[in-house]
Nanobody
Framework: VQLQAFGGGLVQVGGFLRLSCTAP????????VGWFRQAPGKEREFVAAVSRIGTSTYYADSVKGRFTVSRDYAKNTVSLQMNSLKPEDTAVYYC????????????????????WGQGTQVTVSS
C-alpha cells in the first residue's frame, strides 16, 4: 500500500495547516490510520490516530485540543487539521496505515503500523 502525505509547508506561530493522507487505488476505510512526526535530532513520536470507522480518535497530549484527525470516505483520505501551531510542532509528518479487523480501534505504537507515507515537512516560524 502506497501512502501519500501532503499539505505541509511554512507557517507562522499561531497559524494552521491541514495535512492529508491518501492511498491511491486502495479503500482507505479498511485501515486504521496514524500520524507521526519526527523533528531533527529527535525520535519519531506519535501525534494522532483514527479508527477505521472514524468515530474513535486519540491524540498525544502535546497536540490535544489543537489538532483534529478526521476521515473523508468520499475522497478516500485522512486529514490532520493543525491549529494554533507552535515552533515545537516543526517536524516531518508521516501518515501510517494498519489493516485492522476492529473498526473502532486506533493504534499508538509505530511498530503496529504496516504501511507508511513519505512524510511532509511542517515548519512553524516564530
Amino acid at each position: 500500500v502506497q501512502l501519500q502525505a501532503f499539505g505541509g509547508g511554512l507557517v507562522q506561530v499561531g497559524g494552521f495547516l491541514r495535512l492529508s493522507c491518501t492511498a491511491p487505488g486502495r479503500t482507505f476505510s479498511n485501515y486504521a490510520v496514524g500520524w507521526f512526526r519526527q523533528a531533527p535530532g529527535k525520535e519519531r513520536e506519535f501525534v494522532a490516530a483514527v479508527s477505521r470507522i472514524g468515530t474513535s480518535t486519540y491524540y498525544a497530549d502535546s497536540v490535544k485540543g489543537r489538532f483534529t484527525v478526521s476521515r473523508d470516505y468520499a475522497k478516500n483520505t485522512v486529514s490532520l487539521q493543525m491549529n494554533s501551531l507552535k515552533p515545537e510542532d516543526t517536524a516531518v509528518y508521516y501518515c501510517a496505515a494498519k489493516t485492522s479487523r476492529d473498526a473502532f480501534r486506533w493504534y499508538i505504537p509505530a511498530q503496529e503500523y504496516d504501511y507508511w507515507g513519505q512524510g511532509t515537512q511542517v515548519t512553524v516560524s516564530s
